[in-house]
């Protein structure tokens, strides 16, 4: 039978549809329409007090068990979730309360902060998207999602996809960094590595893209601060991240901290209901950060506690984090009609829509077998150690000075965090254990045969004014061929409430390497930090400067395999490295400004006392080998306005040595009827090339890309000119430039 090739490809998609069917007999709007029903049905069982008690969640205790007085509330369904309950023994246990001895028998829901590992620590967020390959943040939230929910925990409160444009936000450490666009990627790929195709499976987890919205604005870096941005500003920066997590089917998000133009997140109706169910068509649920309801007072939003509970649940809070407004002042809201039956069993249909998509009814108990051979098992150390090779950026490298050779006679290895086990876990750390972390001194001693000496000095502390350690450390270097010391933050110097009004190295760590510099020798430097720093000096006056941000349990050896050779760093900045606080905030994705900085003209847009340019800008990152773009292409031009075309350039790598270049597309809306930025990053890719490969890289522009919020706040697609830049980083001197044009 002789069939046409579209003919036999319809075929084929019957046969493949005939097959689906026979196995999935029932359809995906089937199994929703089952929930729904389900739901239905436990709603006109259960009281009003069932009712708010699913909308509480209740903290356990810092050690994972949960607290006493959880019992009866489970026993009389009075709670729905807790938070840092965790162990699979621990949590079977409080779960059979709420199956076996609950009227309604409805599961208990259990969160954690898994945010870069349960036990198995990665790379902390903000280093995964340094490694600018979303296929790193996937696999290490697969990780985490699997040892998690081994231990009991269904729910993570991650990923964090706050767009973060000011290095003084401690938070800066949880997410992707300054780009939306970079963001959004990774917010998918985070997404996909904790829930899965199913978050019901025994290795995934349920995940909340957090904090919505605008928490990373927070003025002048200050954690919990306010926020005043324009809607513009929050639809094309701020809010695509989270549209990328809630396309990719994330089940919950979490409300901010912050107030957001008068109006606090936990209470607002514009982002909570109008743009994430009315817009986005968001069918899972929220829940209010630590607290946040209730801060509502403070915020002056509301006089009192049944205030801030009437405030929230109205505006689409769904789920109240450890304080009890809901709980308390639901009943008096309903009687006086502040507060709708209509709105509590939305809330609480929300919750167990999400329950049952979990499979909590059908196996509301965890394997206890599983968790032994899950947690830190040596497919996951493995992982963590490569996965941290992949975050790190090599930010200078004068005279090839890296890598270093395996064969070098002695070595100084100082600095605080050298030998620390507990900072390099970073902050948010989970289950981590200090105890079972690689030291950058144990990574060192591994790698290299006992004809190595290594020569080891703390130095100093990270944060003291002592410098008591500086004449051991000196000799030490003095007695070496090379020094590496390593400096940094603490880990507790970033993540929640940990702001700096500095982004100076903290304590005598600069006057420590200066000490080290005065001997002649040749210096590495290697950062541990959770935000860009201040480091002039260092980049003016050292040999090499590895940026490693906190790497996790196996950072100690992944530092050695990149120092050494065996991994070639290929990470890009995702953030701006300012060369002072001042310039804070700093950002590649700048409006122009009527008077664009110009070094020989002073009224135009720049400082007196330093320039207005970044250290090291966003996208930067170097290799140990050296790679050449050329023949970039443009599939049309001129395109219309709902068109399309295709952006393809080649790359070679023109070293010596197997590496990784990440090439990034950016264009530019050249007039438009609002102002646009200067750059915006449209596509990235990072590739791996042999010495002498040639390989051609090949990106969409489509109108999604090209697209923005006009006066009228609608997403268009205006005629006109745009230059599109093809580079490696977003101040690539070497950059390819050409162009088209966007008719009507």
């Known amino acids: 039978m002789n069939l046409t090739k579209s003919t036999q490809h319809l075929f084929v998609l019957i046969l493949a549809l005939i097959l689906f069917v026979t196995l999935h007999p029932q359809s995906h709007s089937q199994q929703r329409q089952d929930i729904e029903q389900r739901i239905n049905a436990l709603l006109a069982r259960m009281t009003l007090e069932e009712k ?14 949960f607290r006493p007085e959880h019992r009866d509330l489970v026993r009389k369904g009075l709670l729905g979730s807790t938070l840092n309950v965790r162990g699979a023994q621990r949590t079977n246990e409080l779960q059979r309360i709420a199956v076996e001895e609950s009227r309604l028998k409805i599961p208990l829901l259990y969160g954690f902060d898994v945010i870069h590992g349960y036990r198995t620590i990665l790379p902390v967020p903000l280093a995964e998207a340094s490694s600018w390959d979303p296929a790193v943040a996937e696999r290490s939230a697969s990780i985490a999602a699997a040892e998690a929910r081994s231990a009991g ?17 401690g938070r800066i450490v949880e997410g992707s960094g300054e780009d939306p666009y970079l963001g959004g990627s990774f917010a998918r790929a985070r997404v996909r590595g904790f829930q899965g195709r199913d978050y019901g499976a025994p290795d995934k987890v349920l995940a909340c893209a957090k904090h919505w919205v605008a928490y990373g604005a927070a003025e002048a870096g200050r954690d919990y601060n306010t926020t005043d ?13 989270f549209k990328a997590a809630v396309d990719s089917g994330v089940g919950t998000l979490m409300s901010a901290f912050n107030d957001l133009n008068g109006v606090p997140a936990s209470a607002n109706p514009f982002t909570l209901t109008q743009v994430l169910r009315g817009e986005w068509k968001f069918d899972g649920f929220v829940v ?53 039956q209509a709105t509590i069993d939305e809330a609480v249909r929300r919750i167990l829509r999400i329950k049952f998509r979990l499979g909590l009814f059908e196996h509301p108990y965890v394997d206890e077998t599983r968790e032994r051979s899950v947690i830190l098992s040596p497919a996951n150390v493995a992982a963590a150690r490569e996965l941290a090779t992949r975050s790190m950026v090599l930010l200078k490298n004068e005279r090839e000075t890296l890598p270093l050779s395996k064969e070098v006679k002695s070595i100084a290895l100082i600095g605080p965090l050298a030998d620390d086990q507990q900072d390099l876990l970073g902050s948010w750390s989970g289950d981590g254990r200090a105890g079972e972390a690689v030291t950058l001194l144990a990574g060192i001693k591994a790698k290299l045969s006992a004809s190595t000496k290594i020569n080891y000095a703390k130095g100093c502390d990270t944060n003291s004014d002592s410098t008591e350690g500086f004449a051991e450390a000196a000799r030490v270097a003095r007695d070496s061929d090379v020094v590496i010391v390593a400096v940094g933050e603490s880990a507790g110097m970033s993540g929640e409430a940990s702001s700096r009004s500095s982004l100076d190295l903290p304590g005598r760590q600069l006057d420590l390497i200066k000490a080290l510099h005065a001997t002649g020798k040749p210096i590495v430097v290697v950062l541990m930090n959770g935000r860009p720093l201040t480091i002039n ?150 590739i791996t090339l042999r010495p002498g490969e040639r390989r051609r890289v090949e990106f969409s522009l489509t109108p999604e890309h090209l697209g923005f919020y006009n006066r009228e706040m609608r997403f268009v697609v205006e005629p006109g000119e745009f230059k599109v830049m093809v580079g490696t980083s977003s101040a690539d001197g070497r950059e390819l430039v050409t162009g088209f044009e966007v008719q009507k």
Do not use: C
Not at 52 to 65: A, I, K, R, T, V
Not at 234 to 241: G, K, V
Not at 288 to 306: F, M, P, R
């Open 52 to 65: 708010l008690g699913q909308l509480q969640q209740l903290d356990g205790e810092s050690n994972g068990n």
């Open 229 to 241: 941005m324009s809607e513009r500003t929050l639809r094309e920066i701020y809010f695509p991240p």
């Open 153 to 169: 925990v269904h729910w993570t409160f991650a990923p964090m996809v706050d767009i973060a444009r000011d290095a003084r936000w």
């Open 537 to 686: 000096w260092i980049a003016e006056n050292t040999a090499a400067i590895l940026e490693t941000w906190f790497a996790g349990t196996q950072g100690g050896n992944a530092i050695a395999d990149v120092l050494f050779g065996d991994a070639n760093p290929g990470g890009k900045l995702p953030v701006t490295f300012p060369r002072s606080v001042g310039q804070e905030p700093l950002y590649y994705n700048h409006m122009n400004t009527g008077r664009p900085p110009n070094a020989n003209e002073k009224y135009t847009s720049k400082y007196l006392d330093v320039p207005w340019t970044p250290l090291y800008p966003f996208g930067y990152g170097l290799s140990y080998t050296q790679f050449r773009l050329s023949n970039l292409q443009l599939s049309a031009t001129p395109i219309q306005s709902d068109g399309w075309l295709t952006v393809s350039v080649e790359i070679e790598n023109t070293g010596k040595r197997l590496g990784d270049e990440v090439v990034q597309l950016y264009i530019r809306d050249v007039a438009a009827s609002v102002t646009r930025p200067v750059k915006e990053l449209k596509g990235f890719e990072r």
């Open 288 to 340: 209010s950060d630590y607290t946040a309801v209730q801060e509502l007072i403070n915020h002056g939003l509301a006089a009192n506690e049944k205030e801030a509970a009437r405030l929230a649940l109205n505006a689409g809070v769904d789920m109240e984090m450890v304080s009890r407004d809901f709980n308390q002042h639901g009943p008096d809201l309903l009687r006086s009609g502040q507060l709708s």
